[in-house]
């Protein structure tokens, strides 16, 4: 029996069901399993305790239950103190004072064999010294930004890259990920590929036109969706709407962007064709993406985006640009474009693909190899080897 402890700052719950899904999905995959006792440990960062309670959003994340069981996982919710826009390269440490008594009071009646810390930062740097105290081996997950958002900053640099070095394992979503963390000087011999997966049973290809039909929708269709904020690049995607007339834009996600865009639509005349309709839980996903002739996400930063596989499972082709493992999933013409980060450049890779439409079947057999079993056994594998290394000691 493998004892796993799931260490994650990003994992839904009630007042964000969608934060996280792929961290959701892939641990209650592994939780599944048989020969797996599994609990999880989300923490949740707040400020102090009279702003929490000025702001609407913090107030929400201030009521969540310490713990609770969520789709049959027992969780436990810590609140961590940090400081809004000046906490980030604080938040390791707060987070590891914060769950030193928790981890210690779990591990007196659940004795865990490995600490799985999905997230490289802040989770990656709290999970070593916790680990370390605790005796057990520790592996870390890196999903994107986490490497190339905070590992550009100097002191979260050092940070990660001394956590990689002590990490028994290490996981990266993409090959591409994989080596910017060695060139972070991480240890690349510890570190494996673990790509995400993708629900073949929901994601699937539809009557596109029947879809279109339940959304309102004539003509040519592109979908975005994601968080609204300028690493996504909605913004350029709505100005390549100006040189694709007759086609509509829908961009799912919510975010700080969302007034700027609103804005920036009004400005270019767009309102009879580009629509932002909010944050969509995850079953509304499927039928979008089936409806749309094109998913693009002009991201200026990536590990392995859910939304590009789940796209091309749906037989719907993505436009992205060449960041992270953006060529492991465009691997061949029927899956879409590359483009550069540019107006321009993206509303010609649209046009391609609505000029050039590949059988919704063929661009879905590039999805194929993305399935949550895939990911289920490597990331079993990889933490059993870590265990059993670790009860060797």
Known sequence: MLRVLTLSTLFPDRTRPTFGVFVERQTLGLAARPDVELRVVAPVALPPVGWARRHPAYRQLAALPPRETWKGIDVHRPVFPTVPLVGGALNPWSMWWTLLPLLDAIRADFAFDVIDAEFFYPDGPAAVRLARRLG???????????????GHRPLCRSMIARAGRQAQGMLAVSAALREKMIGLGLPGDRIAVHQTGVDQSIFRPRDRAAAKAALGVEG?????????????GQGLLIEAMAALPGATLLIAGQGPDRAMLEG???ALGLQDRVRLIGPQPHEALPPLLAAADVMALPSWSEGLANVWVEALACGTPVVITDVGGAREV????AAG?????TPGAIAEGIRQLLADPRPQDEVAEAAKRFTWERNSETLYAHLLGLAKAGRAL
Not at 220 to 232: A, E, N, Q, Y
Not at 337 to 341: A, E, K, P, S, T
């Open 220 to 232: 040519p269709l592109v979908v975005t969706i994601g968080h609204l904020i300028s690493r996504k």
């Open 330 to 333: 465009v691997d061949r013409p």
């Open 337 to 341: 474009r590359l483009v550069d980060r």
């Open 264 to 266: 920036r639509i009004i």
């Open 136 to 150: 057990v081996p520790v592996s870390i997950k890196a999903r994107g930004a986490d490497i190339q958002m905070w």
